[in-house]
């Protein structure tokens, strides 16, 4: 499985006067990999995926999508083919249905009748959200939300989803069960997946991370190359997980006595 996405020498400004959002990045997404991208606030991480998504032009460097640079004329395409799931629940329903709200991209996209109820039987199937196909949106929990979201961009079979700190407002059951699915989906269909978060905790099931600070890419690898590597995650200020704060403590002070470990823990 070969690379799916290049990013090659990519730098992004807002405003011409301003800091580069992004800047000189350099990264790939391997197909059928999840790849957890992980920052702190305002370390460029929506906007990697806006600029892959087309939603923002004007870059400097090249982006690849299955070898191909991407340009206006193959964007549209190219768009069809990923699917993004965002931070509000709330922000994401055009449905008055569940099943309605998940039938919505195919309908658009023409989706003949018995196909369409076929497709979102199965993604909400997939997501644990079947009986609730003929509730109303609005009234799910934060997760159930996030979960039809999820089904949506399932439906439409995409080559890549995206989601951009999809659990960031969701209670910790929510965010359990939104990665469980995740994980599931991830395993069964192979869909690649670029997961964005600033929670370190949630990158447990990733093939590869990427740590993003200040519109760079500080350090990336496996999920144990990116844990071991506390100094790089402490200068991007990101919040380790508890087993990984306390094994980094314990390994800075030198313990004579059982005693002495038991006073210090
Ligand atoms: N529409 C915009 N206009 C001007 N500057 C922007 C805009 N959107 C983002 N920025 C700036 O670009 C930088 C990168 O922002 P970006 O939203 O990509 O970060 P992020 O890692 O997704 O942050 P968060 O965790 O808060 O979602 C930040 O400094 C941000 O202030
Ligand atoms: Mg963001």
Same mark, same amino acid.
Request: with cysteine; aromatic share 6%; proline share 2%.
């Given at each position: ?10 730098t992004?400004s ?34 990697l ?5 087309g ?7 090249e982006?690849?999508? &299955? ?7 193959n ?41 369409m ?12 959200m079947l009986?609730?196909?003929t509730h ?13 979201a ?20 969701l &209670?910790?059951?929510?965010?359990r069960?939104?990665?469980?699915? $995740?994980?599931?989906?991830h ?37 144990e190359?990116i ?5 790089? $995650? ?6 380790l997980?508890f ?17 002495e470990?038991?006073?210090?823990l």
């Amino acid at each position: 499985m070969g690379d799916m996405i290049e990013f090659n020498d990519v730098t992004y400004s807002y405003r011409a006067e301003d800091y580069n959002a992004l800047d000189h990045i350099s990264l790939k997404f391997r197909r059928g990999e999840w790849t957890s991208v992980i920052g702190h606030n305002g370390s460029g991480k929506s906007t990697l995926v806006k600029l892959l998504m087309g939603v923002l032009e004007g870059y400097a460097g090249e982006i690849r999508i &299955d070898g191909e640079v991407l340009t206006e004329e193959n964007l549209q395409d190219i768009r069809r083919r990923f699917a993004i799931v965002f931070q509000n629940p709330d922000n994401q329903f055009v449905g008055a249905t569940v099943e309605d709200d998940v039938a919505f991209g195919l309908e658009n996209n023409g989706v003949e009748r018995d196909e369409m109820v076929r497709k979102v039987e199965e993604a909400l199937r997939a997501v644990n959200m079947l009986e609730f196909r003929t509730h109303e949106p609005s009234r799910l929990s934060g997760g159930q939300k996030q979960r039809v979201a999820i089904a949506g961009a399932l439906a439409m079979e995409p080559d890549l989803l995206i989601l951009d700190e999809a659990t960031s407002m969701l &209670d910790p059951q929510g965010r359990r069960d939104v990665l469980e699915i $995740l994980g599931q989906i991830h395993k069964d269909k192979m869909t690649t997946i670029i997961y964005i978060t600033h929670d370190l905790a949630e990158i447990g099931v990733s093939d590869h991370a990427v740590v993003m600070k200040d519109g760079r890419v500080i350090n990336e690898g496996t999920v144990e190359e990116i844990y071991q590597d506390t100094e790089s $995650l402490i200068s991007s200020r990101l919040v380790l997980p508890f087993t990984i704060s306390m094994a980094d403590r314990l390994l800075e002070g030198c313990y004579m006595s059982y005693d002495e470990l038991v006073e210090r823990l």
